[in-house]
């Protein structure tokens, strides 16, 4: 059963709650705190899998909370509960809540947030692991293409699409713009999975403010993680499968929206080796070795070593992170689409066939270490006659090892 608490200083908001929240009483356990030091008390009693708080609160405000939790119960997944007339306060905890809920609070809602959020938990079997991704406000970016952004962003011509094209080109841009304009806080109350529809959404000033201003984006320090793991041919491999996702689909003749879901899925699809590898280095150094010692899929010594793949660690952060659904299918997924309920073309085909193609004209960039199309798995959806169609969109001239650069 999952344990919430709910922080509201107003009396009149918190038995709102509780009553709103009664038919829910069967599969979550509720407690409600009516001021920041309450719920640290309580917390000190007990473990609690969500917190929801509010953010104007006297005394000690949400994000003073919410900081004090990160630091205290890292794997405790932070939800904040936002107004229109918060939004200055809200701006501040940006890198401190995983997920902004709207007010009032809709329990349905509230309940499919917090389902996605913990729909991949259980398959995470290292409680290490979900401390530190709880713990993870940013997934790095390249250098070159962060510095990119931030002279963009400062030039006196500064334009939209540019912003974009730049966001949607990097892995850890792309999770973390979508993370925020996916929340209530902006209020688009939409699923929004493309990085450039993100960026045209919240406008330049608000994406300056959110980059410059509160720093919502980090670079990665490539010299400590590139000993082991080559971080741009990390990004070529993700942009290929990316681009080859968008192909797919396209050969499908599927919609606009797809499409684009694909490409994000395929950009996103390694988010979770990008984590690892900044984030766990030793552990993932020994990963690798693994791998290479024993000559098993990367995704087996994973398991082996860690407990778990970085297609589950990276699908896990995007789902407390409240990315669409259709992206974290995709991403937790793609090395065995067999095991996804879904049944018919999605961006999990795409992705998961891209993989494999990205793989042929490319060689191993990245993590592909199922060289394979699940046939099984593309005869399940009644599409295996199309899988030629799909390696001539990414493969134009039919030849393997490189012809589509
Ligand atoms: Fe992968
Ligand atoms: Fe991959």
């Known amino acids: 059963m999952k344990k919430i608490l709910f922080v509201d200083d107003e009396p009149n908001i918190l038995e709102g709650l509780e009553r ?9 356990r509720i407690a409600f705190a009516g001021s920041g030091q309450e719920a640290l008390d309580i917390m000190k009693e007990q473990a609690f899998d969500v917190i929801v708080s509010d953010m ?7 994000a003073a909370l919410l900081t004090e939790v990160k630091e205290r119960y890292p794997d405790t997944v932070r939800f904040v509960l936002s107004g229109q007339s918060d939004r200055e306060t809200t701006f501040r905890s940006v890198g401190l809540a995983h997920q902004f809920i709207a007010k009032p609070c809709n329990p349905k809602a509230l309940k ?14 290292n409680e290490n692991l979900k401390r530190m ?7 790095p970016a390249l250098p070159k293409t962060y510095t990119a952004l931030i002279d963009e962003l400062q030039s006196e011509d500064a334009s939209v699409s540019t912003v974009g094209e730049i966001v949607e080109s990097d892995i850890g841009m792309t999770a973390k713009i979508l993370q925020l304009v996916n929340s209530a806080f902006f209020g688009f109350g939409q699923d929004v999975a493309s990085a450039t529809q993100a960026v045209s959404l919240l406008g330049l000033d608000t994406v300056k403010a959110l980059v410059l201003m509160v720093g919502v984006f980090s670079q990665a320090d490539s010299k400590k993680v590139s000993e082991m793991l080559s971080l741009n041919a990390l990004w070529r491999h993700s942009m290929t499968v990316g681009q080859y996702s968008q192909k797919i689909s396209r050969a499908e003749k599927a919609g606009k929206d797809l499409i684009g879901d694909a490409y994000t899925a395929g950009v996103l699809h390694d988010a979770g080796q990008l984590l690892l590898a900044v ?14 010692v024993s000559s098993v899929p990367l995704v087996d010594a994973e398991r082996e070593v860690l407990g778990c793949t970085h297609a589950e660690v990276g699908a896990y952060l995007l789902g407390i992170w409240g990315l669409p659904d259709s992206i974290i299918q995709a991403v937790a997924f793609h ?13 999990l085909t795409a992705v998961h066939a891209a993989e494999i193609f990205a793989h042929d004209a490319h060689g191993p960039d990245g993590d592909c ?14 599409l295996a006659d199309r899988v030629d169609a799909w390696r001539d969109a990414c493969l134009p001239c039919g030849q ?5 650069q």
């Open 112 to 125: 499919a947030n917090v389902d996605s959020a913990f729909a991949l938990r259980e398959l995470l079997g």
């Open 279 to 292: 984030n766990f280095i030793d552990d993932y150094r020994r990963v690798l070795d693994f791998a290479s």
């Open 369 to 382: 270490s199922t060289p394979q199309i699940d046939l099984e798995y593309v005869d399940s959806l009644g």
């Open 335 to 347: 090395h065995c689409p067999n095991l996804c309920p879904a049944v018919s073309f999605g961006p």
């Open 20 to 28: 709103m929240l009664f038919p829910l009483q069967r599969e979550w």
């Open 400 to 404: 393997e090892g490189g012809c589509d």
């Open 56 to 62: 104007r609160m006297p005394g000690m405000d949400g």
């Open 133 to 139: 991704i709880s713990q993870a406000d940013t997934l």
